[in-house]
């Protein structure tokens, strides 16, 4: 007894070094990927900016509602104002940096929210057949109508605030995380460990959680990563056809709707709000590829 202890000690000793070991090398391939580690770095900044936008904007003493005086509508970048001023006289650095904190609120509640909901939906749908048909039909007629559009509708009848674009745009990004879900938690069924919890008779809400779920996380970690991608542009194009965030929030599509009529001698008004949005999708999508990589390394060949 003593002898069989010993070794069942060794193999998990041997078994967590072989973790350990199998982590260390994907965190090297995943910064061998140049574009990935700029996704990363981006991500990374913009989080930072978002929690430490009240000390960024405190230090130059810029409000992102406070108008700072009539002479000063549309005033150029400057060294007191890095990205000038609007039509209404409001620092423009001040209400990107504060946009910023919106989008990636935004994207982080929604890419969350649909990753947990969908998954207990594609979960559950693998439980029989009734169950599928219903949840997957119902994830059908939500993917037949454009996202866009879905949300827009959603919006006018919810109303226009922060707390309803979340709403809306998760209820949008559903479909798509229920549907990998789905289809990984069939995979993973019928997998030779299932069968033989299944035939050891262990309850199936047992196997769902303790089992199947660890095994699907991945392909859904990489899909929030693109689902919080899709819910900044969303929200931003949501604003900018006065459908979200309203006016005078600083939101980054509201910022370049009120930009429309002052592109020939505002540009920066348009300029920097949509730097920004850019750089946030396209810094998350370049995570999300080095992640998907680095998951399944046969996707990146």
């Given at each position: 007894m003593q002898t069989y202890s010993l070794e069942r000690a060794e193999l998990k000793a041997l078994r967590r070094e072989l973790v350990r070991e199998q982590r260390i090398v994907n965190i090297r391939r995943f910064f061998r990927n140049g574009l990935s580690v700029v996704g990363l770095v981006i991500v990374l900044l913009m989080v930072l900016i978002a929690i430490f936008a009240p000390v960024i904007t405190g230090?130059?003493?810029?409000?992102?509602?406070?108008?700072?005086?009539?002479?000063?509508?549309?005033?150029?970048?400057?060294?007191?104002?890095?990205?000038?001023?609007d039509n209404v006289n409001r620092d423009v650095f001040a209400r990107v940096i504060y946009g910023t904190r919106i989008s990636m609120t935004v994207g982080f509640l929604v890419g969350l929210l649909s990753a947990l909901l969908g998954t207990a939906i594609g979960m559950y749908a693998t439980i029989n057949s009734v169950w599928d048909n219903i949840l997957m039909r119902i994830c059908d007629g939500l993917k037949a109508i454009p996202n866009i559009l879905l949300a827009i509708t959603l919006m006018a009848v919810l109303g226009?605030?922060?707390?309803?674009?979340?709403?809306?745009?998760?209820i949008v990004s559903i479909p798509g995380v229920a549907r990998i879900a789905r289809s990984q938690a069939l995979l993973v069924r019928e997998q030779t460990y299932v069968e033989a919890m299944r035939g050891a008779g262990a309850s199936r809400r047992r196997i769902m959680w303790r089992h199947?779920?660890?095994?699907?996380?991945?392909?859904?970690?990489?899909?929030?990563?693109?689902?919080?991608a899709t819910a900044i542009?969303?929200?931003?194009?949501?604003?900018?056809?006065?459908?979200?965030?309203?006016?005078?929030?600083?939101?980054?599509g509201g910022m370049l709707k009120e930009a429309r009529s002052y592109v020939y001698n505002g540009w920066w008004m348009v300029v920097f709000p949509a730097i920004f949005t850019g750089l946030s999708v396209l810094s998350f999508n370049l995570f999300g590829d080095g992640l998907r990589d680095l998951i399944d390394p046969l996707s990146g060949r």
């Open positions: 230090a130059l003493g810029v409000d992102p509602y406070t108008s700072l005086g009539r002479d000063m509508r549309l005033q150029p970048p400057s060294r007191a104002h890095p990205f000038g001023t226009a605030n922060m707390q309803n674009v979340i709403i809306s745009l998760t199947i779920l660890p095994n699907i996380l991945s392909p859904i970690i990489v899909q929030m990563t693109f689902t919080f542009i969303s929200e931003a194009s949501l604003s900018f056809l006065g459908a979200g965030i309203p006016i005078p929030a600083p939101s980054w």
